[in-house]
């Protein structure tokens, strides 16, 4: 099974300030999708952003983008000038391309704080 | 109502109880999951359901039944829990094409917070 790996369980960043958080995963496909999803305190779960594996453009998505590093097995999320709403859990997920691919392996998440 | 839902909310059981779960979604999606979200654990994938047909069973207690009676719901039936049963129950759903489950997004709902006394 693929697992996902985010090392940093909390991080903390001033408003309108840059920070980066890191997911690492573990593979042997070549085809996937890799996800940020961003949990606030009510619990929903939202999509950040999504990015194809055979895709080599880093997605990007207003405020947030990433650095997809495909041979590295990385994929980070930067969010670009913090805001307080921005403060949640947020979750790396894989899902593979495969037909078999329905779950969604997350990873254990990176609680972010954004200070005024 | 938009996207998905779930009701209820926030939900206590006895061990001896019977009660189920509800999850409706508004996007026109034909696959539809249960997520376990447990502390300090990663989510768990429980079912998915793709065209209303079970397609995954992730070594789920018996104790837990899912049912999907069309397209855009499923329920969580619950029965006989143990307290460490207790966690919030995400459900999601996403448009899988002829190309790949792989390939849509899920999109969750909000959760149902579950504590077995």
Known sequence: AQTVTQSQPEMSVQEAETVTLSCTYDTSESDYYLFWYKQPPSRQMILVIRQEAYKQQNATENRFSVNFQKAAKSFSLKISDSQLGDAAMYFCAYRSASNSGYALNFGKGTSLLVTP | ?117
Request: proline share 6%; glycine share 6%; hydrophobic share 30%.
């Open chain 2, 1 to 117: 109502e938009t996207g998905v839902t779930q009701t209820p909310r926030h939900l206590v059981m006895g061990m001896t109880n019977k009660k189920s779960l509800k999850c409706e979604q508004h996007l026109g999606h034909n696959a539809m999951y249960w997520y376990k979200q447990s502390a300090k654990k990663p989510l768990e994938l429980m079912f998915v359901y793709s065209l209303e047909e079970r397609v995954e069973n992730n070594s789920v207690p018996s104790r837990f039944s899912p049912e999907c009676p069309n397209s855009s719901h499923l329920f969580l039936h619950l029965h006989t829990l143990q307290p460490e049963d207790s966690a919030l129950y995400l459900c999601a759903s996403s448009q899988d094409s002829s190309g790949g489950a792989g390939q849509e997004t899920q999109y969750f709902g909000p959760g149902t917070r579950l504590l077995v006394l």
